[in-house]
Structure formats: structure tokens, C-alpha cells
């Protein structure tokens, strides 16, 4: 397949200010309620399950906010990349193996992004942000269901995995550099808190 072109149109256009529109409002939640799930878990004698999703999620819970997180997951999924640019058409194996570790942190990274994230830049009056980069996941599936299925030692393989990169790069490059500190600045305390809360519950779910 063809390698993808991706148009853009973002507006231009200042957002409103958060007088004219409300910045978000989700419903209430604790910032306790991952911590006390864990003890409720291991009470109800399913630690060993719960333990090991915790402990998939407190790698970037545990690097601070939100976007801090999400920078974390940024780095390890191209760190994988790094791996597979090392392989060559006979390693096969090795291959399929990255890219199943690939779609999974892609898949986990693009559900916190989408159910958490995406909305709440939606509400925040960076709805074109949100909708571009939405739109380039679905890109990303792309990339992900052609390296699927196309033989691992076909000589277009790691091209096409370099392609998905520098998608994944520019991707990348955006939400950290532009979209997510311009959006983070407009937080209280209390609201970026809650899209933490929100997005590791949601990373927790997928883990």
C-alpha cells in the first residue's frame, strides 16, 4: 500500500477564554479511587491479576501529571522502534514480537488519549487539536494493521515501519510541544489532577 498522505487543517483561530465557555466539567471523582482499588483487590483475594495491572499503570502514574505520563509513553513506544530498526529480513520473529508490544502500548496510550484527553480538549474550545490529532490514530491503525499483515521478511517491511515512525514521531512532537502545554497552562490544580485521576483509571482498565 501506497504510503499514506496525511492533509491537515487546523483552524487558526484563538480559543475562547475560559469565561465564555466552561473548561470541563466531568462528573466528580476521588483521586483516591486507583490506590483504594488496589487494597479492595488484593482484599477480595485477586491481587495477583489487579497487582500486575497496577503495576503496568504505575509506570506512568507515577512520572507525575498527565502529560508528563503520556511524554513517558512517548518515549518507551519509540524506544521499541529503536529495537526494530536493528532487525533485518531473517529475524521474523523478533519482528512480530515488537510490533505485538507496539500495538499493545499504542493501544493502551490511544484509549487514555481518546477517552480522557481528546475530550476534554473538546470542551476546552481545542476542538480542531482534538480532531486532528484524533484522526491521525486512526492513521496509526493503519500503519499497525499493514505491518500485521504483511510478511515480516519482505523487503518493504522495515520501510513501512519507518514510515510509521516518522508519522508517530511528528504525532508526538505535537501533543508534547503544542497542544498539551498550551492546554495544560489553562488548568487549575484541581483539573489537570482530575485528567490524571481519569486517565489512569482508563490505563488501568486496558493494562
Do not use: C
Not at 13 to 21: A, D
Not at 39 to 64: C, D, E, H, M, P
Not at 144 to 167: G, Q, V
Amino acid at each position: 500500500m501506497a504510503t499514506t498522505t496525511r492533509s491537515r487543517s487546523k483552524s487558526t483561530s484563538k480559543p475562547e477564554t475560559s469565561q465564555e465557555r466552561p473548561l470541563f466539567n466531568f462528573q466528580d471523582s476521588n483521586t483516591g479511587v486507583l490506590l483504594g482499588a488496589v487494597a479492595a483487590g488484593a482484599a477480595l483475594g485477586i491481587a495477583a491479576n489487579f497487582g500486575r495491572k497496577f503495576l503496568v499503570q504505575a509506570t506512568s502514574a507515577s512520572t507525575g501529571d498527565w502529560v508528563d505520563a503520556l511524554t513517558a509513553e512517548h518515549a518507551a513506544t519509540l524506544a521499541l522502534f529503536d529495537k526494530l530498526e536493528l532487525t533485518d529480513d531473517s529475524q521474523t520473529a523478533q519482528r512480530t514480537a515488537l510490533l505485538k508490544q507496539i500495538k499493545y502500548a499504542l493501544s493502551k496510550h490511544s484509549i487514555q488519549e481518546e477517552m480522557v484527553v481528546y475530550p476534554a480538549l473538546r470542551q476546552a474550545n481545542f476542538a480542531s487539536d482534538a480532531d486532528h490529532l484524533g484522526e491521525e490514530h486512526g492513521y496509526i491503525k493503519t500503519y499497525i494493521y499493514e505491518l500485521d499483515n504483511l510478511a515480516k521478511d519482505s523487503p518493504e517491511w522495515l520501510p513501512r515501519a519507518r514510515d510509521f515512525r516518522n508519522l508517530l514521531e511528528s504525532h508526538m512532537r505535537e501533543e508534547e510541544n503544542e497542544v498539551f502545554p498550551t492546554f495544560r497552562e489553562r488548568l487549575s490544580e484541581e483539573q489537570n489532577a482530575k485528567i490524571t485521576t481519569l486517565m489512569n483509571k482508563e490505563g488501568f482498565k486496558f493494562a
